[in-house]
């Protein structure tokens, strides 16, 4: 079993939709993040958090410790937001553990 | 504030030779932090470096290496080029290594071995 398991791998949906990925955990961890990869490679990070919720824009991230879980919000979804969305958590210092990823295809 | 550039961007090499990959990170940050990319096994770490010393290694063979200079910047070595070290490799830079400072990535090397 992965250390960080993330679900869905795969999510369609129409422009305008809410949408949510999740990610959970098996290990200890300082902090969880949440990145952004566009085709050709580079990766940008969303949020980082190690409690309770963030938001920026059309994006919220939640954590629950105890669960050892965390999700993604979109609203309002966009084409633009169409990307791998891929959840890591921080370990050992700056170790990163990452789940295998979300592709997401937001239609118009 | 310019952001972590890696170089090369592309790079294309034969087995058996080696390769350098550079990273310098965003100013004043001084750890940086390497990944291997690839289609079957996704992101995984390979190491941390923090003030020129190496913190943290992942399980990749010795043929992996790395360094980091005064300035902070690091460069990784890979050695004996295998057909499967075909990836892209992603370094990010963090002000400190506590573990909860923000992770800025680099746009990658993209290195294919033929």
């Known amino acids: 079993k992965n250390e960080v398991e993330q679900s869905p791998q795969n999510l369609t949906a129409q422009e305008g939709e809410f949408i949510t990925i999740n990610c959970s955990y098996s290990?200890?961890?300082?902090?969880l993040h949440w990145l952004q990869q566009h085709p050709g490679g580079g990766i940008v990070s969303l949020f980082m958090l190690s409690s309770g919720k963030k938001k920026h824009g059309r994006l919220i991230a939640t954590i629950n410790i105890q669960e050892k879980h965390s999700s993604l919000h979109i609203t309002a979804s966009h084409p633009r937001d169409s990307a791998v969305y891929i959840c890591?958590?921080?370990?050992?210092?700056?170790?990163?553990?990452f789940g295998a990823g979300t592709i997401l295809r937001v239609k118009s | 504030k310019a952001g972590v550039t890696q170089t090369p961007r592309y790079l294309i090499k034969t087995r058996g030779q080696q390769v350098t990959l550079s990273c310098s990170p965003i100013s004043g940050h001084r750890s940086v932090s390497w990944y291997q990319q690839t289609p079957g096994q996704g992101l995984q770490f390979l190491f941390e470096y923090f003030s020129e010393t190496q913190r943290n290694k992942g399980n990749f063979p010795g043929r992996f290496s790395g360094r980091q200079f005064s300035n902070s910047r690091s460069e990784m070595n890979v050695s004996t080029l295998e057909l499967g070290d075909s990836a892209l490799y992603l370094c990010a830079s963090s002000w400190d290594r506590v573990g909860n400072t923000e992770a800025f990535f680099g746009q990658g090397t993209r290195l294919t071995v033929v």
């Open positions: 890591a958590a921080s370990q050992d210092g700056n170790k990163l553990v």
């Open positions: 290990v200890g961890i300082s902090a």
